[in-house]
Structures are given as C-alpha cells and as structure tokens.
C-alpha cells in the first residue's frame, strides 16, 4: 500500500494552479446553455463573478474549481443545490449561502479565508473542505451535526476546539497545522479516520473515546514515545513516520493492524521490533531510514520476525 498524500488535494493543486501569474487576461462570465442540467463543470474558464445562475431551476452539482472568483454571491436561486466546488479560486470570505438548504458538499480548498462563518444554514453538510485557507481558530461548525468528512488542512491552527457538536464525524484532517496537543476530540466517536500530520504535538493522548478509529496519522511531527493506545483497538493503519520514536512499543494488543509507518525515526535496536510478532494481521512496515535499516540484512531479519508482511518499505516481499 502506498502513502497518501497528507492533504488530499494539494498535489493537485500544486499541478493546477497556474493562473496567478495571469490575472489581468480576459475574465471570462459564465454562459448558460441547458437551463435543465443536473451537473455545470465551469472548472478552468477564467470567471471572475458567480453571476447568470438564475436559469438553473434543477442543478445539482457546480463546479468552479481553478476560476478567478473573488465573493460568493448569486446563489440565492441555486435550492437544488447538493455539491458546490470553489476550490483554487481568490475567496476572502464565507457569504451568501444561506439559501443552499440542500448542500451536502460544499469545498472552498485553496482560497483566502480567514474566518470559518457563514454556514448556519447549511444543516445538511456531510463534508466540507477548508483546507489550504488562512483559518487560525475552529469555530461555528458545531451545529453541522451530519457532517462526516471536515478538512483543515493547511491552515494556521493552534489548538483543537468547538467540534463538540460533529458526533458524526468520521474522517477529520488537519495536517500542517501549528497544533501543539492532542485534545477535545472524546465527543467525536464516530471518527475512524484523524489525521494530524505535519504539525507540532509531542504525545500521543486523549484519543480513548475514539474506539472506531481504524487509521491514525501523525507523521512529522515531535514524537518520541509510542503510548495511549490502549483503546484504539480497531486501529488498521498506523502512521508515525518521521518524528523521534527509537522503540518498538505499546502497538502489540492491536491485532486489526495491517500498516505501520515508522521510517525516518531513530529505532536502533532489534530487540523492540519483536514486539510486532504479537501482530498477526500486519502486512506492511516502513522502517527505512532508522538506524536498524543499514543492517545489511534488513529486510530478511523483518521477513523472518514478522512472516506476515508482504510489503518491507516501498518494495513488495518476495
């Protein structure tokens, strides 16, 4: 199994966003065609203002990724409304959505916002995609009790907060972020997928409400121990790559374990990684870039403590 990318749509981004250097060329407006159409894609048309929507009596879907939208407006007409892209545009504020009663998605990834607002009405959300903005504080998100799926991902975050309300949650990101402690997550039991990557917490705690997390991210960030486990029971995939762990521990009662990220630490001795027979379901490790693996039999030492794996690294066992 390969390793996501910690945000799911900055690689993309990263590929995509080439219009910054254009701006001042032609800003196109938006045409419509069939007034009838469930689905509009408008990605990529140089629009610079949500404008001329008032013919889609029936839409369901918009997409404006990679335009030059600058305010959300216009929408007032669009109830049928179910998804809303406005990823990768100019952004600089949360507006105007109150008559979308019907979205269930909604992502303005890659914009210029600087405060999360503007969503009372949308009672409906089950996901919403923030990442890559300027947020520095989690609030009025509380009431967005069906939401399943939050991404803040890149953004300016401290500290984890005001997320009492989303019971049904289930994925959570917030990668790269400046978080410091693991806190305030215990009403969120629904949660099988957190993802901290790339920020700066030096414990791993206060996750034992979350009995149905089943993939656990903190990658990069400032951790030494591997501990507080004990109730993460359904854990599958486990990812502490690149932080400060030199030993093997505290994982051996999570037997739905099948990944473990550990490269880019300092494991040196052997002794600790027997602690990963107990693992029976484990199929594959990273622990390239620790001490241990400039052992020149690296790889046969983990095949032969650990018969189960299929994958050592980035290279399938033969």
């Not at 917030?174 to 009403?187: A, T």
Request: hydrophobic share 35%; charged share 25%.
């Amino acid at each position: 199994m390969s390793k996501p990318q910690e945000n799911a749509e900055e690689t993309k981004a990263e590929e995509e966003n080439t219009h910054g250097e254009d701006d001042k060329a032609t800003v196109n407006d938006i045409m419509i065609i069939d007034p009838e159409t469930l689905e509009l894609d408008l990605n990529h048309g140089r629009i610079g203002k949500l404008q001329n929507l008032e013919p889609l009596t029936c839409i369901e879907r918009l997409y404006l990724r990679w335009n030059l939208i600058t305010k959300i407006e216009n929408l007032s007409t669009l109830v049928t409304l179910v998804e809303l892209e406005l990823y990768d545009n100019q952004i600089t504020k949360i507006e105007n959505l109150d008559a979308l009663v019907n979205l269930e998605i909604l992502d303005l990834s890659f914009n210029r916002i600087k405060v999360i607002e503007g969503l009372d009405n949308l009672k409906n959300l089950q996901k919403l995609f923030l990442s890559s903005n300027k947020f520095s504080k989690i609030e009025n998100l509380s009431h967005l009790t069906n939401l399943t799926l939050l991404e803040l991902g890149d953004n300016k975050i401290r500290e984890i907060k005001n997320l009492d309300g989303l019971t049904n949650l289930r994925y959570l990101y917030m990668g790269k972020n400046r978080i410091s402690k693991i806190e305030n997550l215990d009403s969120l039991i629904n949660l099988t997928c957190l993802s901290f990557q790339s920020n700066r917490i030096t414990k791993i705690e206060n996750l034992n409400s979350l009995h149905k997390l089943d993939e656990l991210y903190l990658s990069e960030n400032g951790l030494k121990h591997i501990e507080n486990l004990e109730y993460n029971m359904a854990l599958e995939t486990l990812d502490l790559a690149q932080n400060q762990i030199s030993v093997v521990e505290n994982v051996g009662h999570l037997k739905e374990l099948t990944e473990f990220w550990l490269n880019d630490n300092n494991v040196t001795d052997w002794s600790c990684i027997e602690h990963l027979k107990a693992n029976t379901n484990l199929n594959t490790v990273y622990l390239e870039r620790n001490p241990i693996a400039s052992d020149p039999a690296y790889r046969r030492k983990l095949k032969l403590i650990i018969p189960s794996l299929t994958q050592i690294d980035a290279t399938l066992c033969r």
